[in-house]
């Protein structure tokens, strides 16, 4: 197989054609320079022709026969009597519930498991309590907190072990 050289082997003796030249496009050339020129004519032709905004004011006032009325000084009544009224409302007063809540945090094989959680939450500022139970499966060791007498006071104490990162609390009936 002949190896070649295409630098070696020089340039085409041929020449190559030379771009052909184009014209100027004339007719581009005019229509720009008309425009061109049709716009400063029109901006000139405009010039001065805009009314003056004092002259205007004046033609307004001319033609305004009636003056408005002078704005009526405001009173604010209510700033006065508010104060003098009250508003009686009557609430029913809840019955207290038999029922007790407690929170359950935990349920642990190991007590120690239990102890620590215990004392994460005696840091939240609650006193839980660690209570074993034997279940099916062998015995449990239960971190609980309360009892509680509203269900609400039992959502909000596990609202506050929430923010501080112990999650899994659940609130039951009291049934110990």
Known sequence: MAHKDYVAR??????????EKRPLP?????????????FGYFLWSINDKAEDPANKKDNAQAKQVDPLPEVPKEEWEF???????????EVEEQAASDKRYLMQCGSF??????????????????EA??????????RWYRVIIGP??????????RHTLQRAKIN????????L
């Not at 700033?79 to 409302?89: H, W």
């Open 10 to 19: 020089g340039r085409n003796p041929k020449k190559a054609p030379e771009p």
């Open 26 to 38: 004339w007719a581009r050339i005019v229509i720009t320079l008309a425009l061109v020129f049709g």
């Open 79 to 89: 700033i006065k009597t508010l104060p003098e009224y009250s508003v009686e409302v």
């Open 109 to 126: 094989r190991k007590q120690s498991q239990a102890e620590e959680l215990k004392a994460r939450i005696a840091f939240q500022g609650f």
């Open 129 to 138: 309590q660690v209570r074993p139970s034997e279940g099916s499966s062998g």
């Open 148 to 157: 509680y007498e509203s269900k609400r006071l039992a959502e909000k104490q």
């Open 168 to 175: 899994g609390c659940k609130i039951w009936l009291w049934n």
